[in-house]
Antibody, heavy 125, light 109 residues
Framework: EVKLVESGGDLVQTGGSLRLSCAAS????????MHWVRQPPGKGPEWLSH????????DYADSVKGRFTISRDNAKNSLYLQMNSLRDEDTALYYC??????????????????WGQGTMVTVSS | SALTQPPSASGSPGQSVTISCTGT?????????VSWYQQYPGKAPKLLIY???KRPSGVPDRFSASKSGNTASLTVSGLQAEDEADYYC??????????FGGGTKLTVL
């Protein structure tokens, strides 16, 4: 079964740090670009960051640029998100997501077919 | 900025419902990379549509989509009770950015 399992979410104080992890299984993790997407309670998703399969290309949304760092360890089938200088507005359910690929084409900038169950991050002073 | 979707939509079983997703010339209007997702309460989103009109395998053909100018649309035909969910659009927005819509809650009457 293709699966993504996030962990590391917690209640943290404003200005604090947190590291999220995502364990992948059931597919060749190293072949796929991966992303982090968050969803505040009751709101739409927000794309946060992308990392290419070999870590050579990394992108961030303006809202987290300079504060969050995405990384991966293909040997461990794992994706990470280091979050620093956390703000109240970072409170959300954080998803690890896989780029959708079909017919030899991967839609790494636009479509996600596998989502984890999410890990909740709550930032409060 | 987030794409604009109506907060709610509704229809009776068997009917068709269309959900709009309005962006700008910097996202929806400029790129063919519009996607749609279905989300049930407490669950992760599920990919319904990619590249404006294409359905991943396993998605019923009752779900169809299109784009005109800066507005994309998702149509659910032959509404079923199980279609009651939240629907989100997304679009590539250039400069390696992606934006989502605020979501539309579909109610099957």
């Amino acid at each position: 079964e293709v699966k993504l399992v996030e962990s590391g979410g917690d209640l943290v104080q404003t200005g604090g740090s947190l590291r999220l992890s995502c364990a992948a299984s059931g597919f060749t993790f190293g072949n796929y670009d991966m992303h982090w997407v968050r969803q505040p309670p009751g709101k739409g998703p927000e794309w946060l960051s992308h990392i290419s399969s070999g870590s050579g290309s990394i992108d961030y949304a303006d809202s987290v640029k300079g504060r969050f760092t995405i990384s991966r360890d293909n040997a461990k089938n794992s994706l990470y998100l280091q979050m620093n200088s956390l703000r109240d507005e970072d409170t959300a359910l954080y998803y690890c997501v896989r780029t959708y690929c079909s017919g030899g084409t991967c839609y790494s900038r636009s479509s996600f077919d596998i989502w984890g169950q999410g890990t909740m991050v709550t930032v409060s002073s | 900025s987030a794409l604009t979707q109506p907060p709610s939509a509704s229809g009776s079983p068997g009917q068709s419902v269309t959900i709009s997703c309005t962006g700008t010339s910097g996202d929806v209007g400029d790129y063919k990379y519009v996607s749609w997702y279905q989300q049930y309460p407490g669950k992760a989103p599920k990919l319904l549509i990619y590249e404006v009109t294409k359905r991943p395998s396993g998605v019923p053909d009752r779900f169809s989509a299109s784009k005109s100018g800066n507005t994309a649309s998702l149509t659910v035909s032959g509404l079923q009770a199980e279609d009651e969910a939240d629907y989100y659009c997304s679009s590539y927005a250039g400069s390696n950015n992606l934006v989502f819509g605020g979501g539309t809650k579909l109610t099957v009457l």
